[in-house]
Nanobody, 116 residues
Framework: QVQLVESGGGLVQPGVSLRLSCAAS???????MGWYRQAPGKQRELVAT???????NYADSVKGRFTISRDNAKRTTYLQMNSLKFEDTAVYYC???????????WGQGTQVTVSS
């Protein structure tokens, strides 16, 4: 069992940066990690993923602005978000998916609100 705790969300103006963190209660070395988001009235969508080997994947809407990274020693996954837009407003969730299948965990989410 892996518990995930997100942090770093907040209320920001357009154009600024935020860094989200996802701290895990156990080793994440064998997990593919991901960030997802859910805006009001919309379905949860993928933002970015990073495999246990370090390969990354991004939604088209965040490519070039967001960067996902991981520090296995700290059991933490990050999402650096630059040039934030109004449409980035959502609850951001961290996900851990075991590389060998069969285990999948979610955090409780952190709110990001982009508003002027």
């Amino acid at each position: 069992q892996v518990q995930l705790v997100e942090s770093g969300g907040g209320l920001v103006q357009p154009g600024v940066s935020l860094r989200l963190s996802c701290a895990a209660s156990a080793s994440i070395r064998s997990y593919n990690m991901g960030w997802y988001r859910q805006a009001p009235g919309k379905q949860r969508e993928l933002v970015a993923t990073i495999t246990s080997g370090g390969r990354t994947n991004y939604a088209d809407s965040v490519k070039g602005r967001f960067t996902i990274s991981r520090d296995n020693a700290k059991r933490t996954t990050y999402l650096q978000m630059n040039s934030l837009k109004f449409e980035d407003t959502a609850v951001y969730y961290c996900n851990a998916d075991w590389s060998y299948g069969g285990e999948n965990y979610w955090g409780q989410g952190t709110q990001v609100t982009v508003s002027s």
